[in-house]
C-alpha cells in the first residue's frame, strides 16, 4: 500500500488523528518534532508460544502473516544506516535498538550476534547505542547467554506471575505452559556472572490472580527490574473485569506497590511503572507509555521493511500501525510527519476535554494511547482504564505526599 | 546547590498540586540511600540533567544501564 492508501484508511478508522489533528496550527505555533531515540527491529514474525493475549496474533490487526518470518538482512542493514543518519541529522547521544518479535531468539544466535556487530560499527562514535532484546525466554540457553555478553545485549523475559497463572495464558501450540522453560532461563540469568544482561521481567496484570503471589514469584528470579503491563484494550474492546470490579486493576497494582514501598530493606528492584507515577507526582517525565505526557520517541521496523507505529496498536484494529512508509525509500524524519506519530509526541495537546477537565491529567497523561481507542472516533478519548490509573495514582499520590512531608520535617 | 529544584507545574488550576521536594535538602535524600523513595528521587535530580530529554519508551523492560 502506498502512504496515500494507508492515510486513507486510517482517517476512516480514525479521524483523530488522522482526519482532525490539525498539524499545520502545531507547527505554527512553534511545536517541533522529538527526534526517535528508539527503533525497534521486529527480526522475527513467528513466535514459539501461542499467548491468548498477544496483541501481535489474537487480536485485530493480521498483517504479520503477510511478512516475512525472518527480517531480511538487507532490511536490518538499511534500518541501521537509517538510524545511523538520524543519529548524525540529530546529534544523538544515545539510542537503543530493541530486537524484538514475535519471538527474536528464532532469528538465530549467529544473526542476531550478527546484527549486533553491526549497530556498534554503523552508527556514529559519538553516539552510545544501547541494545536490548525482549524475549518469552523459552530458547534462552547458555550459548545465546554467552552471546549476549559477547555483544553487549541486554534481554527482557516476559513472565506472568506464578507457574498456574502463567501456564494458563502463555502456552506452546499444543497447549503446554511455558513457566518450566523460562524458570530455567531465569535461574541462568539470575546467576552472578551473567547478571550483566539480566534486563528485567515484562509482566502482565491479571485481575483475579494474587498479585503478591506473583510479585513474590518475580522477586524470586532476582531481576534487576520489574514493569507490569495492562492487557491491550479498548473502548469497543474493554478489558475483562473480575466480578464486575470497576477498578480491579488498581487494586491488583496498588497491593503490589504497598508491598514493594514498604518492604524492609527496600527490595532492589526497580518497578517501572511504579517509579513512573512516583517520578510524575514529583514533576518529573515518564519514561514508559502506560503514564505521563513524554513524546514517543520510538519507531518499529516490521521484518519486511514498513515503518510501523508501536505495535500495541494492532489491538485497535487492523493497519492501526502503518506509515505507509518503509526502510527503502524513506528515512526516519519521514516517519515524523505522520499524523499517528504527530499525536503520540504532542503531550497535553493529544488529550480530549474530558481529560483536561481531570486533575491528574498531567500524571495519568490518558494512559496508552492504545487503550483510548473507539471506532468512529480515534484517540481523543480518556483510556478505557481510567478509573483504574486514577485511583493508582491517587494512593500513590497520597503516600509520596505523607512521606515527603515527613522528610522535610 | 543542596536542593533539589523542580519546575512548578502547580500553578495549573486543573491539576493535582505535585509534591514540591524543592526544599528538601540532598542530605536527606542521600540518607536513605536503600530507599524507594529516595532512588526515585534521585531518578527527579537525574532527569533534570538529562540532555535529550525523557521519551516514552517501548514497553520492553530493561533496567537502566
Redesign the interface.
Known sequence: MTSDTVRAAQRAAAPWPYATLDVAALRAAGWQPTALREVVLKVHQRCNLACDYCYVYELADQSWKTRPAAMPDQVWRLALDRLAEHARRHELRSVRVVLHGGEPLLFGRERLAELAAAVHTTLPDTCRADIVMQTNGVRLDLPTIDMLHRHRIRVGVSVDGVQADHDRHRRTRSGRGSFAAVAAALELLGRPENRRVYGGILCTVAPGTDPIACYEQLLKFEPPAIDFLLPHANWDQPPARPGGNETAYADWLIAVFDHWYTADPAPDVQIRLFEDVMRLVFGAGSSSEQVGLSPSGMLVVESDGSYEQVDALKSAYEGACATGLDVWHDDFDAVLADPGMIARQIGVRALSPTCLRCPLHQVCGAGHYAHRYRRGEGFHNPSVYCADLAKLINHVHTRLAADVRRLVS | MDTAS?????A?P???P??D?S??PLA??NA?A????A???R??IA??DD???????????????
Open positions: 523542580l519546575p512548578d507545574q502547580g495549573d486543573l491539576s493535582i505535585l509534591i521536594v526544599e528538601l536527606a535524600i536513605a536503600s530507599d524507594v523513595l532512588r526515585s528521587l531518578q527527579v532527569s533534570i540532555p535529550n530529554g525523557v521519551i516514552s519508551a517501548f514497553q520492553s523492560v530493561v533496567a537502566d544501564g
